[in-house]
């Protein structure tokens, strides 16, 4: 055997428990969770998802008591998805002031004030034809939909969302959000791109 291929032996530091204490570099504990979550206006009843067994679709009613449930689980952080029964060409319900995607991060923020939200930003549950911008026959029109991804983004900003989480796979979108939200006082609003969100293997269902 060439003693070349056995140089690394990071298999040492694994002997024991308290071994792989000394060397473990990644915690993870409920700082680095969160939540994300569906929430459907008009809805009932909570909604099972099939493509996410034991998911489910949370009636928008149902917001305020699931956000004092999942605070009291420990969990600091929620995305917000909504599912929208106010659907036009643009999506536009979603950058209303009192439309799904703000009464979302308003309820949260009303109901627990520490709670970090995340505010999922895309246009596909609020358009007509399901895509996620503005369509001219079959083709996005990329710099509309980054405008109103901008508006978007300032809507759920002003209703207390902490993080914008743009989803739209538009390109410059994190650019143009950026500087609508600066351009409307909202410096300190944080954005996670999709990249990010992307980079989590529990985002794989999504
Ligand atoms: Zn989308």
């Known amino acids: 055997m060439n003693n070349l291929h056995s140089i690394q032996r990071m298999r040492r530091l694994r002997k024991t428990e308290k071994m792989r204490d000394l060397f473990q570099e990644t915690h993870l504990s409920l700082n680095d969770l969160c939540l994300p979550i569906f929430v ?3 809805l009932d009843d909570y909604k099972q998802i099939d493509s996410m067994p034991g998911v489910v679709r949370i009636p928008e009613k149902r917001l305020a008591y699931e956000i004092e449930r999942i605070a009291k689980a420990g969990i600091k952080s929620v995305m917000t998805f909504g599912v929208s029964h106010h ?23 009303e109901t627990v004030p520490e709670m970090i939200v995340m505010s999922d930003t895309c246009f596909c549950e609020y358009t007509s034809h399901g895509h996620c911008g503005v369509m001219h026959g079959d083709i996005v029109d990329n710099d509309a939909t980054i405008h109103n991804l901008g508006l978007q983004a300032v809507a759920a900003a ?9 989803s739209a796979a538009m390109d410059g979108q994190v650019a143009a959000i950026r500087q609508a939200l600066d351009a409307a006082g ?3 609003t944080a954005i996670m791109s999709y990249s990010t969100k992307f980079a989590s293997a529990l985002y794989g269902p999504i």
């Open 87 to 109: 659907l036009d060409e643009t999506g536009s319900d979603a950058w209303q002031e009192n439309g799904l995607v703000a009464r979302m991060s308003r309820i949260c923020k």
């Open 40 to 42: 459907e206006e008009g």
């Open 158 to 166: 002003r209703a207390g969302a902490d993080f914008i989480a743009p």
């Open 186 to 188: 909202f410096k300190d």
